[in-house]
Structure formats: structure tokens, C-alpha cells
């Protein structure tokens, strides 16, 4: 098959859930010996040099970036809020040099299968209909509409409450009015799936979890002696924000006081400065964005994953499980795993709750070491990016002819 991926920003370095997701898919494509094209915005936020993809991956896919500017513009921000139903934080991904290479490329190629990464990137359909006849597919990372929703939520300030809440409405109504604009649908958890199929899809759906590389799996390691946590995730998006100032608010002084030798680890790009200063308490140690993150997550006991918002699922978790990582994580930051609390990973919701399993992990060695077998042993079955793709695959094929 000649399979176009489009993608809202650039699926390299790996480092972020999004990339991770996008990813992993196009270099198992290339593997099971079908032609992949990425078509990528290259954000300011997300730059990247293409001289820079190392050749494991440009060998086998046709790498296309469009330098584009989707940063927030404050007076357009406010023009749409006060004349415009469309959300603005999709207005932001609809580009006039990106539609142009775009359609170059429909007109260039045959492609079989355009795979769509995100919600923000559905308004060029109408353009892939007329210069193309390929199947596309939408893969739903997630719900976007929830997300803010539970953003709003947790949001103290009222006006910023309110704003946020009117987005997830405007979202909301952006993503029901746009489904079934596809010829598939391939969300990423059996609990998306349900409820774009609740919000009105009608098409074949096919479930594509984030895989990861069998190269990147690795078996429980000999313990560091030293008591550790860590948390890994991109420090620019607000829930993980939220989630690392929650632990340090709530759960670390008192741990703390119970486990006084124990050393809380954070690592993560694009940190905002305000946040790097709430990260230096007592025995925090902020890493910032770091080179490997395998070897980071290696170095330290036990991940902490403590969201209140999101949706779809938790790439780090996943990769966590595969390092053979006991993960401690809140309802929603489970959410969309195959994963049992209390034998592949620890869910709890309080601050007391994540004490005293922190405590109870560190006392009980074999408990410790069952969860991490456990974890690895979920993460090798249900998540290896080769079989995710080679199941995409044959729904491709099965759903085409």
C-alpha cells in the first residue's frame, strides 16, 4: 500500500506521546514493506531539522515538513471568541502553504490509504476528496472536547473557567459535526471508540493503541538501593502541569516526613520558568529535557503519573510498563489501559492514597517486583508497536477491496 500520514507536528524526536504515537506506526509501515509518506507542520514549538531523523527512520519514509506558526495570537484569540463558533485552537492548524503542499502532493501521488493523526487536521478532507481517491482514515488520539472540559474543572479562575469550558463546547460541536467525514475511524482505546460511536460514528472503527518498538522493552533490573520517584511528560501542556504541582503541593511534604531519604525525580521539555522554580523543594531534582529517556526512566523505583485531566491514553505509562516500571497513577490517568489496578499498575485518586502506596511498594519487595513483571509482561502483549501495525494493516486491507 502507498499510505500518506498527516500529521499536525512532527512526529521526530519520539519524546512526547503524540510523536511516540505517530511515529512508531509509520516505521512499522515501512518494516511490513508498504510505501509511507509523512506530511508534517513544523511548529515552533516542535521544530525540527530534517537533516536531523536519523536513517532507521528516513531510509524507509518520505519525510515532508511545512515550516508553519500555530503559536497562540492573542487578538485573534479574542476575534474568535467574540465572532467566530469555530474553536481557535483548530483555526490555528488551517494554513495556506500546508493545504498547498498538500494538494501538490495529491495531484503527485496515488496514494491507497490517507491516515489523518488528530482532530485538528479533519478540515482538509473536503480538499483530499477532490484531488484524491484514497481511503482516509482518522486516527482520534483522543476526545478532544474532554480534555478541556476537565481542564475547565480544575480551573480555579473564573474567567479562565469560563473561557475554558466554552472552548470544550465549541470543540464538542466541532467533533460531532465532523464525524463520519471519514471512511474509518481508528481511535486509540476501546473507551474513545465508545464515545465517538455514542457522538454519532457510523463507520468501520478499528482500535490502533500506541505501540512501542520491541527494541525499546526491557526486563526487571537489579534495584537501585536509593528511594526514588519520578514523573516524565511534556511540561508545556497544562495537565501534566497540574499533575506535578498537585504531587509537590499535596503528597511530598508528607511523604516526605515519612520517607526522609526518598528523592522525587522530574524530567520533561518546554518547561515554563515559573514551573522550574516550583520544582527545586527538598530533595526534588529537576532534570529538564534529557537525551534518553530509557535511561531515566532505569535510574529511579517508581513513576508517578498523577492526572486530573486528559484523555485517550497515557504514552508514558506505556513506556514505563515496557522498562518493567511500577507506575502509581490517578482514574483518568489510566484511563483507556488494559491494565488491572493493583497487579499491572497502582490507581489511586487521593494524596493519602498515593502515600501510602509509595510506602507499602518500598516495604514489600515482592509485591514491588510482582507488579513490575506484571507490567512488562501487559506492555509486551498488548502494546509492541509491530503487531498494533500489522493489525492496522490487515483492517486496511480487509475494508479497501
Not at 12 to 26: E, F, N, R, V
Not at 205 to 212: A, D, L, N
Request: with cysteine.
Amino acid at each position: 500500500m502507498n499510505i500518506l500520514q498527516i500529521c499536525n507536528k512532527v512526529p521526530y524526536p519520539p519524546k512526547d506521546g503524540g510523536a511516540i504515537a505517530m511515529l512508531t506506526l509509520s516505521e512499522a509501515f515501512a518494516d511490513f514493506g508498504h510505501k509511507v509518506t509523512v506530511l508534517a507542520m513544523n511548529t515552533k514549538k516542535h521544530q525540527t531539522d530534517l537533516n536531523s531523523i536519523p536513517e532507521k527512520y528516513s531510509k524507509g519514509i518520505k519525510f515532508t515538513y511545512i515550516e508553519v506558526d500555530t503559536d497562540i495570537n492573542p487578538v485573534r484569540l479574542l476575534w474568535n471568541f467574540l465572532f467566530s463558533s469555530f474553536p481557535y485552537i483548530a483555526e490555528r492548524f488551517l494554513i495556506k502553504d500546508f493545504r498547498n503542499e498538500l494538494k501538490k502532493m495529491l495531484l503527485n501521488n496515488q496514494f491507497d490509504i490517507i491516515q489523518i493523526e488528530g482532530l485538528y487536521l479533519l478540515p482538509y478532507i473536503p480538499l483530499i476528496r477532490k484531488f484524491s481517491k484514497a481511503k482516509v482514515a482518522y486516527r482520534a488520539h483522543n476526545i478532544e472536547n474532554e480534555i478541556w472540559a476537565r481542564i475547565a474543572s480544575e480551573t480555579s479562575n473564573p474567567l479562565k473557567r469560563f473561557y475554558l469550558l466554552s472552548l470544550a463546547k465549541r470543540l464538542k460541536k466541532f467533533e460531532t459535526g465532523i464525524l463520519n467525514s471519514y471512511d474509518y475511524l481508528i481511535p486509540i482505546t476501546n473507551r474513545d471508540a465508545d464515545i465517538l460511536n455514542s457522538m454519532g460514528n457510523k463507520k468501520h472503527t478499528y482500535v490502533c493503541p500506541v505501540g512501542i518498538p520491541s527494541d525499546n522493552f526491557c526486563q526487571p533490573a537489579k534495584k537501585n538501593k536509593a528511594y526514588s520517584l519520578f514523573y516524565i511528560g511534556s511540561l508545556d501542556w497544562i495537565p501534566n502541569q497540574e499533575a506535578v504541582c498537585w504531587f509537590i503541593d499535596s503528597v511530598w511534604p508528607a511523604l516526605m516526613e515519612q520517607i526522609p531519604d526518598i528523592s522525587f525525580h522530574i524530567a520533561g521539555r518546554n518547561s515554563p520558568e515559573w514551573l522550574q522554580k516550583k520544582c527545586c523543594g527538598k530533595n526534588i531534582l529537576f532534570h529538564g529535557e534529557i537525551d534518553n529517556a530509557h535511561n531515566f526512566f532505569d535510574s529511579y523505583q517508581i513513576m508517578v503519573v498523577p492526572l486530573f485531566a486528559g484523555s485517550g491514553m497515557r504514552v508514558k505509562i506505556i513506556e514505563a510498563m515496557a522498562r518493567s516500571k511500577v507506575v502509581i497513577t490517578t482514574t483518568i490517568g489510566a484511563e483507556g489501559l488494559d491494565a488491572v489496578n493493583g497487579l499491572h499498575l497502582i490507581v489511586e485518586d487521593s494524596a493519602n492514597g498515593f502515600i501510602q502506596q509509595i510506602k507499602f511498594l518500598l516495604e514489600n519487595s515482592e509485591y514491588f517486583a510482582k507488579i513490575e513483571h506484571e507490567a512488562f509482561n501487559l506492555a509486551n502483549a498488548k502494546y509492541n508497536s509491530k503487531s498494533i501495525a500489522e493489525g492496522l494493516i490487515n483492517f486496511y486491507l480487509q475494508h479497501s477491496a
